[in-house]
């Protein structure tokens, strides 16, 4: 196992630059995603790390190795890609066990690896199989099981979980997290998906335009966004956000209406946006008037769609919403849940 130190990483195709200097540092045995929309550069920087890119500027850091320069094979680590990338000619015993051979260790010790790996991952009794005649969940099992039977130093994963249904991806989650609490090897995750982030990561990256927009621990980025994007990438549904200006008196929407600030304070006066989360706003006997445009029950909660202040808004209540297109309720935001952020640099605004 090793840290992995990522140092004003530049990346460039001709005149187009795709990473701007991007720093990360990512300790030993840890969980970390990058995360962010298509075309951001993360899948760009995974495999920067794994040797598949070129670095254009910047150094990159296996435990103390500087590694910029080495091939592939010599950095020590292990990729699962998201098409799963198995050899259709092979069994599962013989695409697990591929990498030990072309290492040529001995036959007796590939088969013991991959035996033991296989049965930890419940592919024991498909080792016989051709990829074929395997579900997604299985290939991406037996994908999984390639790379660990190689006892890299790191794992890199690039968004393996895509290809797979929506119930899958849940359960592959799960499987992918508890294999890392058992290894305990570095693990650096490539997705867009930011629930996926949220409930397997140790540590998020969430990038945007080649660049790092914040890093932190789920909940830290979650509760503490540094900026408008993180605070609408991370969460689903997105944070809410109203555009106003703070005043001597509060917080002023742009039709006039003054929305409650909590515990939420700064000496800013200025153009302004109001963010609250979808969860973080109550229906209320008194409080400020929500126009609704859709109800979406969903079993556990419900999500009502309308508008606040003539601005698009989400509300998820726990309890059954009695209401129709074009009704007015009343909602208020919880306590301590109000972000506010600067209009123009669309940072966050704190005392």
């Known amino acids: ?17 795709t990473l701007h200097g991007v720093d990360v540092d990512i300790e030993d045995g840890s969980f970390v995603v990058l995360v962010g929309p298509s075309g951001c550069g993360k899948s760009t920087l995974l495999r920067m790390i794994a040797g598949l890119e070129d670095v254009s500027g910047g150094d990159i850091f296996i435990g103390d190795r500087r590694v910029n320069d080495d091939l592939p094979k010599d950095r020590d680590i292990a990729m699962v890609f998201q098409n799963y990338a198995l050899y259709p000619h092979m069994t599962v015993r013989e695409n697990m066990g ?16 991959v035996d033991s790996v296989a049965k930890s991952l419940a592919l024991d009794v498909l080792l016989d199989r051709y990829p074929r005649e395997l579900s997604g969940g299985q290939r991406q099992r ?41 290894l305990r090897t570095t693990t650096i995750y490539v997705t867009h998906d930011q629930i996926e982030a949220m409930t ?48 001597d008196q509060g917080f002023r929407a742009a ?16 153009a302004a946006v109001y963010g609250i989360r979808p969860e973080n706003l109550a229906l209320a006997p008194e409080g400020i008037p929500m126009k609704v445009s859709v109800i979406e029950p969903t079993g556990a909660e419900t999500q009502v769609f ?7 808004v989400v509300v998820i209540a726990r309890e059954r919403v009695r209401a129709s297109p074009g009704d007015v309720l009343t909602v208020a935001p919880e306590a301590g849940a109000v972000h506010l952020f600067d209009a123009q640099t669309t940072l966050a605004l704190r005392n």
Do not use: C, W
């Open 1 to 17: 196992m090793a840290s992995v130190t990522v140092a004003g990483l530049e990346k460039k195709y001709g005149t187009l630059r």
């Open 255 to 270: 039709d006039g209406t003054f929305l409650p600030l909590g515990s939420a304070t700064t000496v800013f006066r200025g």
């Open 98 to 113: 591929f990498s030990l051979r072309l290492r040529r260790e001995k036959a007796p010790t590939i088969a013991s690896k």
């Open 306 to 312: 309308g508008s606040i202040a003539g601005k698009p």
């Open 142 to 182: 037996v994908a999984m099981g390639r790379a660990i039977v190689r006892s890299p130093e790191v794992f890199l994963f690039d968004e393996p979980l895509s290809n797979l249904d929506a119930k899958l991806r849940v359960h592959m989650r799960a499987e992918i997290k508890s294999l890392h609490q058992r």
């Open 200 to 247: 397997m990561a140790d540590k998020i990256v969430v990038m945007r335009e080649g660049r790092v927009e914040q890093v932190g621990t789920p909940l830290d980025l979650y509760d503490r966004p540094d900026n408008m994007f993180v605070a609408g990438f991370i969460g689903s549904p997105s944070m809410n956000f109203i555009e106003g200006a703070m005043t």
